[in-house]
């Protein structure tokens, strides 16, 4: 990565982290950023889609699964270990943290690609309400600068590979659609 790109995203950093702090995010942000006290909410939206959803709610709860199931290996396990970015609590001198460092490196933030791939999918059935998700997305991500485990470029780059894989595994899911109509409508076809 460039060293004025680096550097500025090091200033971006600090800008969210030291100069936007305030009791009230100091409180916030690592209650958010945690992701044990957001699953209550996950699993409430997980209840409404399979209980209110219909047929798109039980898709979209199958979907989120698979999707999380392959974003948080790939960004957890071989991106932050192939890209190798130290985590700003590790590699900065002044930074403000307000939760535990963490053993993993820092890019892509696995809270982004994690969040914005389900964004995806939850806009793919039910786009009225993915603001709902885009809020939550954003809020967990924002919180990851601010309590100093992840630079804004780790957000930024975290939130596009997740719009990607959510995006690859709509795709996949709408071609598998297809085809099994298809086959279905083919099978009927053929007993007529």
């Known amino acids: 990565m460039p060293d004025f790109l680096l550097h500025f995203d090091q200033q971006l950093f600090h800008f969210f982290n030291s100069d936007l702090a305030n009791p009230v995010f100091d409180v916030i942000m690592p209650f ?17 889609l399979l209980w209110k959803g219909g047929a798109n709610g039980r898709w979209a709860s199958l979907l989120l699964v698979v999707t999380v199931a392959v974003a948080d290996p790939l960004s957890s396990r071989v991106l932050k270990e192939a890209v190798g970015r130290e985590r700003p609590c590790r590699a900065e001198e002044d930074v403000r943290l307000l939760v535990n460092c963490g053993s993993g490196k820092s890019f892509p933030s696995s809270h982004a690609v994690n969040n914005f791939a389900a964004l995806v999918v939850f806009f793919w059935f ?36 997740g719009i990607i894989i959510g995006v690859a595994v709509v795709v996949l899911f709408e071609l598998l659609r297809k085809g099994w109509r298809k086959k279905k409508e083919s099978e009927e076809y053929k007993r007529l």
């Open 32 to 48: 958010i950023t945690n992701v044990k006290n957001i699953y209550p909410l996950y699993a409430l939206l997980f209840i409404l």
């Open 126 to 161: 039910f786009r009225r309400y993915a603001w709902i998700w885009f809020l939550i997305a954003s809020a967990v991500s924002f919180s990851r600068i601010y309590v100093g485990v992840h630079y804004p470029l780790d957000i930024l780059g975290g939130a596009v590979i």
